[in-house]
RNA sequence: GGAGAAGUGGCAGAGUGGUCGAAUGCACUGGUCUUGAAAACCAGCGAGGGUUACACCUCCAGGGGUUCGAAUCCCUUCUUCUCCGCCA
């Protein structure tokens, strides 16, 4: 959520850059401008009303005490239209508050001047690319053969016990699952992230807190008995540890990374893009978190590229950067890169990482902030990127990996593993 | 799940209808003193809205109510603690 003092002197060039979303905000902006200018005359009002009852009240207080009993309900009479004006304000003032609220869940973050423009995925700049493409033997085959071939994922089974995009992981696959995790969890920790383990349930306040809610809760697994949400990534609990809180300058930065399985309800297509690993309604993935400065943030969004990079070099996967452009750009987002490893077999590149800098926009909403040095306030920034997501990095090295009679292990997770192939 | 108790500033902890945005202690910040530090002493010290700046308004777990007036009374939700039940 955009914060409402900053629409109010960069309308203009807001309205510029949301353009490169392909929307044009400037009617939006406006109005929020436009209520919230009348959200304050309300306020104004209503502090009046109050401020003169206050000191009635006291007034009348005074009298009962010194035993003035009629003049203390003389006044007491004039209260009675006060009351009336203050709670019609309040009311009104309330329904302003959610039309601003409305309006302003409604605007997008401001993309960064770097965001190229463009409409969708096609638009997206390459900004870096890694590795040679493997050149694979006659007769390879996509993931969701071998897996079969191998015994090693069963989306069959899983159709039976949950449905489709529910896979089970067997044997070595099973195994190689948990290698992974441990893998990426030793690579955040190392590089300073604090692992934290997260409940996979949220409340509705903390779908707000980091932008699911209101907008997408389509996308969510809700719990209607109980209220909850079934967590789509474990970006919602662990930004949502430090919604509310108020930091020093001295706690900078928070670096955190945890391991949590994501359920999406994402209907998607089907075909090719969602065979197999490509996309599923669980997953397991390992994020990364940032909570900093905002002298900082563009520096640490750098520095999580950075090492995203050293872990997909480790498992000697050719991937690619991408900066989305605006059209691509997720709502809450000022700058996002995505990591995209290639698949050998299905001859696609896999999004496998997402990392990007919210800035305030959701700081906004969380109520997160730190003391500046002068007594004051300020709103902190966020980022996290996905470090990694499991199945695509599974289908790829599986793909990448395969000989006629074997599927090879990346040396790195070997001692993970306690394997060196899958045959 | 059943019975009881409780939720106040960063922490501890007073406050049961007006003089309370809230005593006191600790922590923290600035100052005096000191070669420096500690101790002692003095002062400051929650957040949000609003204002050029003041004024002013709001917040004592969340929501609602009673009252001229609520941290204080009532209803409700959540959370914590104790006892019982169940349980990996």
Request: net charge negative.
């Amino acid at each position: 959520m955009l914060q409402i003092a900053e629409i109010r002197e960069n309308k203009e060039a807001f309205a510029k850059a949301l353009q490169k979303r392909n929307i044009d905000a400037l009617p939006l902006l406006e109005s929020a401008i436009a209520v919230d200018e009348n959200r304050r005359n309300l306020q104004a009002q209503l502090d009046e009303t109050l401020s003169k009852s206050n000191k009635l009240s006291k007034e009348i207080g005074d009298l009962f005490q010194s035993g003035n009993v009629a003049e203390a309900n003389e006044l007491k009479a004039q209260t009675t239209d006060l009351k009336e004006s203050s709670k019609q304000l309040s009311d009104q003032l309330s329904a302003v508050v959610e039309e601003l609220q409305t309006i302003l869940y409604a605007i997008p973050n401001i993309p960064q001047d770097s965001v190229p423009a463009g409409s969708s995925d096609e638009d997206n700049e390459v900004v870096f690319q890694y590795g040679d493409l493997p050149i694979l033997h006659e007769g390879a085959k996509p993931h969701w053969e071998l897996v079969k071939d191998y015994d090693i994922i069963d989306f069959e089974l899983g159709n039976k016990i949950t449905g489709a995009g529910f896979p089970v992981y067997k044997n070595k696959g099973a195994r190689l699952q948990r290698a992974l995790i441990n893998y990426f969890l030793d690579k955040n920790t190392a590089a300073g992230y604090e692992e934290m383990q997260v409940p996979l349930l949220v409340n509705e306040a903390s779908g707000y807190g980091t932008g699911q809610l209101p907008d997408k809760e389509g996308q969510m697994y809700h719990v209607g008995i109980d209220d909850l949400y079934l967590i789509p990534t474990a970006e919602v609990p662990i930004t949502n540890l430090y919604r509310g809180s108020l930091l020093e300058i001295k706690d900078f930065p928070i670096a955190m990374t945890g391991y949590t399985p994501c359920f999406r309800r994402e209907a998607g297509s089907y075909g090719s893009d969602v065979r197999g690993l490509n996309r599923l309604h669980q997953f397991d993935k390992v994020e990364i978190l940032r909570i900093e400065h905002p002298d900082q943030s563009d520096a640490a969004l750098d520095a999580m590229v950075v090492h995203v990079k050293g872990i997909l070099e480790e498992l000697e996967l050719p991937y690619r950067i991408l900066r989305l452009c605006g059209g691509d750009l997720g709502f809450t987002s000022t700058l996002t890169y995505d990591f995209e490893v290639y698949s050998a077999a299905q001859e696609k590149w896999l999004e496998v990482s997402s990392v990007s800098n919210f800035k305030t926009f959701q700081a906004n909403r969380l109520k997160l902030r730190y003391r500046t040095g002068d007594k004051g306030t300020e709103l902190a920034h966020t980022l996290n990127g996905s470090s990694l997501a499991l199945p695509r990095i599974l289908a790829s090295i599986l793909e990448n990996f395969q000989v006629h009679n074997a599927l090879h292990i990346p040396k790195v997770l070997i001692p993970y593993c306690g394997f060196d192939a899958i045959d």
